[in-house]
């Protein structure tokens, strides 16, 4: 059974910068895709980031060149650099892997960005 356990949400104010960090509970070399999503309060989840297993990223319109999804194979670990955070960046994040039509997500981390 995969596991996956994210960290580093917080509080932070308006421009500011958190790192979310995913760990799995087992090597990430067999996930076709990895990413985050968010679900703010009374909105639908949505996508942010993703990072396929050859490496290449995407990104939600609302973050681009604002956030960088990256990976540490060695440590299990999928990171979300979040930068110039706004107020609308507020919600529950969630990791997400996929490997062979099994979806896998971690628990989330609240990321609140408030003056």
């Known amino acids: 059974q995969v596991q996956l356990a994210e960290s580093g949400g917080g509080l932070v104010q308006p421009g500011g910068s958190l790192r979310l960090s995913c760990q799995a509970s087992v090597s990430i070399f067999g996930f076709n895709v990895m990413g985050w999503y968010r679900q703010a309060p009374g909105k639908q989840r949505e996508s942010v980031a993703a990072?396929?297993?050859?490496?290449?990223?995407n990104y939600a319109d609302s973050v681009k060149d604002r956030f960088t999804i990256s990976r540490d194979n060695a440590k299990f670990t999928v990171y979300l650099q979040m930068n110039s955070l706004k107020a609308e960046d507020t919600a529950v994040y969630y990791c997400?892997?996929?490997?062979?039509?099994?979806?896998?997500w971690g628990q989330g981390t609240q990321v609140t960005v408030s003056s």
């Open positions: 990072i396929s297993s050859s490496g290449s990223a």
């Open positions: 997400n892997f996929r490997q062979n039509g099994n979806n896998y």
